[in-house]
């Protein structure tokens, strides 16, 4: 009889407080190599969100996925038909090793995220599209698109909701976007049950970054200088605690009863951006900070890794961290730093991440398609 591994009590810890334990990582290799059902079975993962990024730094393994860029070429695939084949059939693997989760819970967890085109932040109609295609393509329950919550986003995130497709609001900085997020979700609920879909399986999650708020907030701190200095290192989570206020809230509205009696599941806060990058924070800030019922924490392997060592979990220390968040936004306001120029620099600067990291991706495919048809 073999022995089944015991859960981190770190992580463990960490989802019985009612955090939902997410990888921000994936890649062929850790389908291949079992490293992601590891992860399932010792850390408490039971979900998987991905990005541009991610994909670009995955699809530089070529050894890993050589056989179906060999079988690519040979069928005359394009680059984008090449890169949404990989990326897809990535994401169709993680939700084979997640599906278990999603059945032990309902249908409440296991997911797995996927990006549209970042090229389409701007474009509602092509959003849609995308998303609607990708959901197709994929054909898994436990499958969420990722729409930006840009302001062309939005409608789009609407649409696909009520279309019964799951979804993952992403790049969401400020409080005021956030408020918009939860308007187009219910939104798109209510939409979905005119048309007389069942609620109760049209899933999401909004996807607050939380480092990167630090990273500009800090910068701008250190050009003020004297006194503003000592408020570096707080912006992230007070300004996630003041989100996870306002979700906190619309679950108090008539609104939401009505939803809920219909059978909607709440669109959960995640915690994404949560790998802390200035060395003299603690490295897992972004998780023992923001602990609180029915949000997610979604983590890069390192920040994983650092938990399970030594990561001490306190639970519902959002809710009574309110006012020292107010208090902490404000006084960063007053030593001049401009949140709402904050908020949308990280979004112009995310959305060109994001491209960025789909550009070089579709550069790499492109050349191991050519590659396979000089040969």
């Not at 500009?216 to 996630?240: C, F, H, P, S, T």
Request: hydrophobic content about 45%; glycine content about 8%.
């Amino acid at each position: 009889m073999v022995e089944q591994a015991a859960q981190n009590p770190n992580t463990a810890a960490l989802a019985a407080a009612g955090v939902s334990v997410w990888l921000d990582d994936l890649s062929r290799a850790r389908l291949v190599d079992g490293s992601l059902a590891d992860l399932v079975a010792t850390r408490s993962v039971t979900g998987v969100t991905t990005n541009p990024a991610i994909f670009q730094k995955a699809l530089e393994d070529a050894d890993v996925y050589a056989a179906q860029l060999d079988e690519l070429a040979a069928a005359g695939a394009d680059v984008d038909a090449a890169v949404t084949a990989l990326t897809t059939r990535d994401v169709a693997g993680a939700a084979e090793v997640l599906a278990p989760v999603h059945a032990a819970t309902d249908g409440a967890d296991g997911f797995v995220s996927i990006e549209v085109d970042p090229r389409l932040a701007r474009d509602t109609s092509g959003t849609i599209r995308q998303a609607r295609e990708l959901a197709e393509r994929i054909g898994r329950q436990n499958v969420m698109i990722k729409i930006p919550a840009t302001v062309e986003g939005l409608p789009a995130v609407t649409a696909v909701l009520a279309e019964g497709i799951s979804v993952n609001v992403t790049l969401i900085f400020s409080l005021p976007r956030y408020r918009e997020v939860v308007n187009a979700w219910m939104s798109g609920l209510e939409q979905a049950r005119s048309r007389g879909r069942d609620l109760s399986q049209i899933h999401s999650v909004a996807s607050f970054f939380v480092s990167r708020v630090d990273t500009e907030v800090d910068r701008r701190l250190e050009q003020i200088g004297g006194d503003a200095v000592r408020l570096k290192g707080g912006a992230g989570v007070a300004n996630a605690r003041l989100a996870y206020r306002i979700f906190d809230e619309s679950l108090q509205t008539e609104r939401w009863r009505l939803l809920e009696a219909a059978g909607a599941p709440v669109q959960r806060p995640l915690w994404a951006s949560t790998g802390v990058k200035d060395p003299a924070l603690p490295d897992t800030l972004y998780v023992t900070e923001l602990v609180a019922e029915r949000c997610v924490n979604t983590m890069p392997a390192a920040t994983l890794e650092a938990l399970a060592d030594h990561g001490e979990i306190v639970p519902a220390v959002i809710p009574g961290g309110y006012a020292d968040a107010d208090a902490h936004l404000d006084a960063i306001g007053h030593a001049g730093v401009s949140y709402r120029e904050v908020v949308d620099v990280l979004e112009a600067e995310g959305l060109e991440k994001f491209e960025t990291a789909w550009e070089q991706l579709l550069d790499s495919v492109s050349e191991g398609l050519a590659s396979r048809r000089t040969r």
